[in-house]
Protein backbone atom coordinates (compact mmCIF):
# COMPACT_ATOMS: atom_id res chain seq x y z
CA UNK A 1 0.00 0.00 0.00
CA UNK A 2 0.97 3.28 -0.67
CA UNK A 3 0.00 6.66 -2.10
CA UNK A 4 1.64 10.37 -2.68
CA UNK A 5 -0.06 13.50 -1.70
CA UNK A 6 0.46 16.86 -0.22
CA UNK A 7 -0.49 17.96 3.61
CA UNK A 8 -0.82 20.02 6.23
CA UNK A 9 1.47 19.39 9.33
CA UNK A 10 -0.56 19.16 12.23
CA UNK A 11 1.01 17.13 14.87
CA UNK A 12 4.74 15.90 16.10
CA UNK A 13 5.60 13.63 18.28
CA UNK A 14 8.89 11.41 19.19
CA UNK A 15 9.28 7.96 18.69
CA UNK A 16 12.02 5.60 20.06
CA UNK A 17 15.23 7.33 19.73
CA UNK A 18 15.43 8.58 16.45
CA UNK A 19 12.18 8.48 14.73
CA UNK A 20 8.82 10.69 14.94
CA UNK A 21 5.17 10.26 14.95
CA UNK A 22 3.50 12.77 12.73
CA UNK A 23 -0.13 13.19 11.88
CA UNK A 24 -0.73 15.17 8.21
CA UNK A 25 -4.35 16.59 6.93
CA UNK A 26 -3.41 15.96 3.44
CA UNK A 27 -6.11 17.24 0.03
CA UNK A 28 -6.80 13.33 -0.71
CA UNK A 29 -6.10 11.11 2.14
CA UNK A 30 -7.70 13.63 4.81
CA UNK A 31 -5.81 13.41 8.83
CA UNK A 32 -3.14 10.60 8.15
CA UNK A 33 -0.13 9.42 10.51
CA UNK A 34 2.85 7.79 9.76
CA UNK A 35 6.09 7.32 11.21
CA UNK A 36 8.95 9.19 10.11
CA UNK A 37 12.30 7.31 10.42
CA UNK A 38 15.02 9.85 11.39
CA UNK A 39 12.32 12.19 12.29
CA UNK A 40 14.65 13.64 15.44
CA UNK A 41 17.60 14.44 13.09
CA UNK A 42 19.39 18.14 12.46
CA UNK A 43 18.24 17.31 8.83
CA UNK A 44 14.62 16.72 9.30
CA UNK A 45 13.28 17.78 12.53
CA UNK A 46 13.31 21.38 11.32
CA UNK A 47 11.00 20.39 8.43
CA UNK A 48 8.58 19.10 11.08
CA UNK A 49 7.26 22.47 12.23
CA UNK A 50 3.12 22.55 12.87
CA UNK A 51 1.79 24.14 9.63
CA UNK A 52 4.31 23.08 7.36
CA UNK A 53 3.20 22.22 3.89
CA UNK A 54 4.79 18.87 2.72
CA UNK A 55 5.23 16.62 -0.16
CA UNK A 56 4.37 12.90 1.53
CA UNK A 57 4.54 9.40 0.35
CA UNK A 58 3.06 7.17 2.48
CA UNK A 59 4.06 3.37 2.80
CA UNK A 60 2.66 0.44 4.18
CA UNK A 61 1.84 -3.40 4.33
CA UNK A 62 -1.70 -3.19 4.96
CA UNK A 63 -3.75 -0.33 4.51
CA UNK A 64 -4.62 -0.66 8.65
CA UNK A 65 -0.96 -0.26 9.56
CA UNK A 66 0.18 3.22 10.66
CA UNK A 67 2.68 3.33 7.85
CA UNK A 68 5.87 5.26 7.22
CA UNK A 69 5.73 8.45 5.30
CA UNK A 70 8.69 10.32 3.10
CA UNK A 71 8.30 14.13 3.71
CA UNK A 72 9.61 16.59 1.26
CA UNK A 73 9.67 20.29 2.42
CA UNK A 74 6.99 22.43 0.01
CA UNK A 75 6.45 25.77 2.16
CA UNK A 76 7.47 26.74 6.06
CA UNK A 77 5.37 28.98 7.48
CA UNK A 78 7.73 29.06 10.50
CA UNK A 79 8.65 32.68 9.72
CA UNK A 80 5.01 33.38 9.08
CA UNK A 81 4.11 32.25 12.80
CA UNK A 82 6.65 33.63 14.60
CA UNK A 83 6.05 37.05 13.11
CA UNK A 84 3.66 37.35 16.32
CA UNK A 85 2.32 36.63 19.70
CA UNK A 86 -1.72 36.22 17.29
CA UNK A 87 -0.14 34.57 14.46
CA UNK A 88 1.73 31.94 16.54
CA UNK A 89 -1.36 31.45 18.50
CA UNK A 90 -3.28 31.54 15.68
CA UNK A 91 -1.45 28.42 13.61
CA UNK A 92 -1.51 26.75 17.00
CA UNK A 93 -5.50 26.75 17.41
CA UNK A 94 -5.86 26.04 13.31
CA UNK A 95 -3.70 22.54 13.79
CA UNK A 96 -5.12 22.06 17.05
CA UNK A 97 -8.80 22.31 15.73
CA UNK A 98 -7.83 20.08 12.68
CA UNK A 99 -6.29 17.45 14.78
CA UNK A 100 -9.34 17.20 17.22
CA UNK A 101 -12.26 17.79 14.89
CA UNK A 102 -11.39 15.79 11.79
CA UNK A 103 -12.18 12.06 11.24
CA UNK A 104 -9.09 9.81 10.63
CA UNK A 105 -8.23 8.96 6.83
CA UNK A 106 -11.93 10.81 5.86
CA UNK A 107 -10.96 13.47 2.87
CA UNK A 108 -12.17 16.76 3.13
CA UNK A 109 -10.90 18.24 0.47
CA UNK A 110 -13.22 21.92 1.00
CA UNK A 111 -11.86 22.15 4.34
CA UNK A 112 -8.47 20.81 3.33
CA UNK A 113 -8.10 23.90 0.56
CA UNK A 114 -10.00 26.78 3.20
CA UNK A 115 -6.96 25.52 5.61
CA UNK A 116 -4.13 25.96 3.13
CA UNK A 117 -5.61 29.27 2.00
CA UNK A 118 -6.05 30.50 5.65
CA UNK A 119 -2.38 29.38 6.54
CA UNK A 120 -1.17 31.47 4.15
CA UNK A 121 -2.72 34.42 5.37
CA UNK A 122 -0.08 33.81 8.49
CA UNK A 123 1.44 37.04 9.69
CA UNK A 124 -0.95 39.08 8.22
CA UNK A 125 -3.01 40.24 11.68
CA UNK A 126 -4.88 42.56 9.98
CA UNK A 127 -6.86 40.31 8.08
CA UNK A 128 -5.91 37.00 10.05
CA UNK A 129 -8.81 37.20 12.19
CA UNK A 130 -11.57 37.26 10.19
CA UNK A 131 -10.33 34.53 8.01
CA UNK A 132 -9.80 32.59 11.01
CA UNK A 133 -13.53 33.08 12.41
CA UNK A 134 -14.82 32.10 8.44
CA UNK A 135 -12.47 29.12 8.88
CA UNK A 136 -14.17 28.13 11.75
CA UNK A 137 -18.05 29.16 10.17
CA UNK A 138 -16.89 26.50 7.54
CA UNK A 139 -15.65 23.60 9.59
CA UNK A 140 -18.64 23.71 11.47
CA UNK A 141 -20.18 23.25 8.22
CA UNK A 142 -18.16 20.88 7.06
CA UNK A 143 -18.81 18.60 9.88
CA UNK A 144 -22.32 18.78 9.75
CA UNK A 145 -23.08 21.69 12.70
CA UNK A 146 -23.63 24.47 10.33
CA UNK A 147 -24.99 27.51 11.17
CA UNK A 148 -28.48 28.38 8.76
CA UNK A 149 -27.89 31.82 9.08
CA UNK A 150 -30.29 32.80 5.98
CA UNK A 151 -33.50 34.17 7.90
CA UNK A 152 -35.08 34.18 10.86
CA UNK A 153 -35.84 30.97 12.71
CA UNK A 154 -39.16 32.37 14.29
CA UNK A 155 -40.35 35.17 11.31
CA UNK A 156 -39.03 33.98 8.31
CA UNK A 157 -37.84 37.64 7.98
CA UNK A 158 -34.32 38.00 6.30
CA UNK A 159 -33.96 41.84 7.82
CA UNK A 160 -32.86 42.53 10.98
CA UNK A 161 -30.83 39.15 12.10
CA UNK A 162 -28.71 40.12 15.35
CA UNK A 163 -29.02 36.83 16.94
CA UNK A 164 -28.72 32.87 17.15
CA UNK A 165 -30.45 30.27 18.22
CA UNK A 166 -27.64 28.32 20.64
CA UNK A 167 -30.29 25.05 20.38
CA UNK A 168 -30.69 24.95 16.56
CA UNK A 169 -27.79 27.18 15.29
CA UNK A 170 -30.49 29.29 13.13
CA UNK A 171 -30.77 32.80 12.95
CA UNK A 172 -33.00 35.05 15.06
CA UNK A 173 -34.53 38.82 14.41
CA UNK A 174 -34.53 41.35 16.81
CA UNK A 175 -38.10 40.98 16.53
CA UNK A 176 -38.55 37.32 16.67
CA UNK A 177 -35.82 37.23 19.75
CA UNK A 178 -38.94 38.93 22.04
CA UNK A 179 -38.14 38.18 25.57
CA UNK A 180 -35.68 35.42 24.79
CA UNK A 181 -32.99 37.92 23.47
CA UNK A 182 -30.43 37.20 26.29
CA UNK A 183 -30.42 33.24 25.64
CA UNK A 184 -29.21 33.90 22.50
CA UNK A 185 -25.83 34.42 20.93
CA UNK A 186 -24.79 37.25 18.98
CA UNK A 187 -24.97 37.58 14.93
CA UNK A 188 -22.06 39.98 13.99
CA UNK A 189 -22.76 41.05 10.18
CA UNK A 190 -19.29 39.44 9.46
CA UNK A 191 -20.72 35.73 10.38
CA UNK A 192 -22.99 36.15 7.49
CA UNK A 193 -19.84 37.16 5.01
CA UNK A 194 -20.96 40.83 5.25
CA UNK A 195 -17.42 42.22 4.16
CA UNK A 196 -14.52 43.76 6.25
CA UNK A 197 -15.43 44.07 10.32
CA UNK A 198 -13.86 45.81 13.79
CA UNK A 199 -12.32 43.32 15.94
CA UNK A 200 -15.13 43.68 18.52
CA UNK A 201 -17.68 42.06 15.61
CA UNK A 202 -15.12 39.07 15.37
CA UNK A 203 -15.08 38.69 19.21
CA UNK A 204 -18.57 38.31 19.26
CA UNK A 205 -18.29 35.90 15.75
CA UNK A 206 -15.87 33.80 17.88
CA UNK A 207 -18.15 33.92 20.97
CA UNK A 208 -20.64 31.82 18.46
CA UNK A 209 -18.79 29.50 16.56
CA UNK A 210 -16.79 28.64 20.09
CA UNK A 211 -20.34 27.83 21.90
CA UNK A 212 -20.93 25.66 18.46
CA UNK A 213 -17.66 24.43 18.82
CA UNK A 214 -17.85 23.20 22.54
CA UNK A 215 -21.81 22.09 23.02
CA UNK A 216 -22.68 20.90 19.91
CA UNK A 217 -19.06 19.35 18.14
CA UNK A 218 -17.41 18.24 21.17
CA UNK A 219 -20.18 16.34 22.20
CA UNK A 220 -20.44 14.24 19.24
CA UNK A 221 -17.14 13.38 19.22
CA UNK A 222 -17.04 11.93 22.51
CA UNK A 223 -16.97 14.86 25.46
CA UNK A 224 -13.38 15.44 24.51
CA UNK A 225 -12.79 19.37 25.21
CA UNK A 226 -11.77 22.29 22.68
CA UNK A 227 -8.19 22.47 22.52
CA UNK A 228 -6.92 25.20 24.89
CA UNK A 229 -5.05 26.27 21.70
CA UNK A 230 -8.55 27.75 20.31
CA UNK A 231 -9.35 29.54 24.05
CA UNK A 232 -5.46 31.16 24.03
CA UNK A 233 -5.85 32.39 20.58
CA UNK A 234 -9.06 33.98 21.19
CA UNK A 235 -7.70 35.34 24.75
CA UNK A 236 -4.40 36.57 22.53
CA UNK A 237 -6.67 38.43 19.66
CA UNK A 238 -9.79 39.84 22.47
CA UNK A 239 -6.20 41.50 24.25
CA UNK A 240 -6.27 43.95 20.91
CA UNK A 241 -9.71 45.15 21.88
Known amino acids: MDWRDHGILLTTRRHGETAAIIEVFTQAHGRHAGVVRGGTSRKIAPILQPGAQLDVLWRARL ?15 AAAA ?10 NSVVALLSFCLPEREPHPAIYKHSEQLM ?13 LLW ?3 LLEELGFGLDLSSCAVTGSTEGLVYVSPKTGRAVSAQGAGEWADRLLPLPPCLRGEG ?22 APALGHKP ?6 RFVERFTRRL
Request: glycine share 8%; no cysteine; net charge negative.
Open 136 to 138: ELA
Open 226 to 231: VPEART
Open 82 to 91: FSGRLALAGL
Open 196 to 217: SAPDEEIAQGLLTTGYFLENHL
Open 120 to 132: DLLGQDEVWPLAY
Open 63 to 77: EEHIGTFQVEPLRSR
